[in-house]
């Protein structure tokens, strides 16, 4: 069975700092990793997705995550946080077979200091 | 153009009631997944369907079913309500149900369920 952990339940960090949200990931074949931003009140917003090729990935509001094999990790990261940025973070796990369905973490909350 | 939208926004039930939530997908997706997610917790698998036919069903007893209508949206219903359903459902709408390239799953805001 697929499953996510995210060791982190709440991070804080000044504004202009950089950010690492961690999530390990289990799965038996090849996954498909996915990091998700929710904020109050909202549905989920997809930052960044891996499937396959170069193992650092690009996502929007200038993220990006690495996955590692060897570590069962896909780390997210953003060199300067922005208050903005404050939110609950979402690492999920899905695979083609299971076409659309998804395994989430319990989320990581973001609070960002002025 | 429309995103996911989801209705009812709010709904209050007592135990024991049935409950139908709604999903229209964006235009051209023609699957739609829907998720519950308990506070504290991250979103979890209910039911995948593509084309109206089921594709995947999370670990949910019986008394959650699903459909997809020939316009792509959907109805979650949820019969003899307990305690421990009250959550956000989210709805999650893609062109295909597969991950893969391209292809993007957008949420809807949810429908926030209260059982009391």
């Known amino acids: 069975a697929q499953s996510v952990t995210q060791p982190d339940i709440h991070i804080t960090v000044s504004e202009g700092a950089s950010l690492e949200l961690r999530c390990n990931y289990s799965?038996?074949?090849?996954?498909?990793l996915f990091w998700y931003v929710q904020s109050p009140g909202q549905g989920l917003q997809l930052l960044l997705k891996y499937f396959s090729g170069d193992t650092l990935v690009q996502g929007i509001k200038g993220f990006e995550a690495e996955f590692k094999r060897s570590q069962s990790s896909f780390n997210l990261r953003k060199p300067s946080v922005h208050w903005s940025d404050a939110a609950e973070y979402f690492c999920?796990?899905?695979?083609?077979?299971?076409?659309?369905?998804?395994?989430f973490g319990d989320g990581t909350t973001l609070t960002v200091k002025p | 153009d429309a995103g996911v939208t989801q209705s009812p926004t709010h709904l209050i039930k007592t135990r024991g009631q049935q409950v139908t939530l709604r999903c229209s997908p964006i235009?051209?997706?023609?699957?739609v997944s829907w998720y519950q997610q308990v506070l504290g917790q991250g979103p979890q698998f209910i039911f995948q369907?593509?084309?109206?036919?089921?594709?995947g069903r999370g670990n949910f007893p019986d008394r959650f079913s699903a459909r997809q209508f020939p316009n792509y949206s959907s109805e979650l219903n949820v019969n003899a309500l307990l305690l421990g359903d009250s959550a956000l459902y989210l709805c999650?709408?893609?062109?295909?149900?597969?991950?893969?390239?391209?292809?993007?799953?957008?949420f809807g805001p949810g429908t926030r369920l209260t059982v009391l």
């Open positions: 999920a796990v899905g695979a083609l077979s299971n076409a659309g369905k998804s395994t």
């Open positions: 999650a709408s893609s062109y295909s149900g597969v991950l893969a390239g391209k292809d993007t799953q957008y």
């Open positions: 369907y593509y084309e109206k036919e089921e594709r």
């Open positions: 235009s051209g997706h023609k699957s």
């Open positions: 799965y038996g074949a090849t996954p498909y």
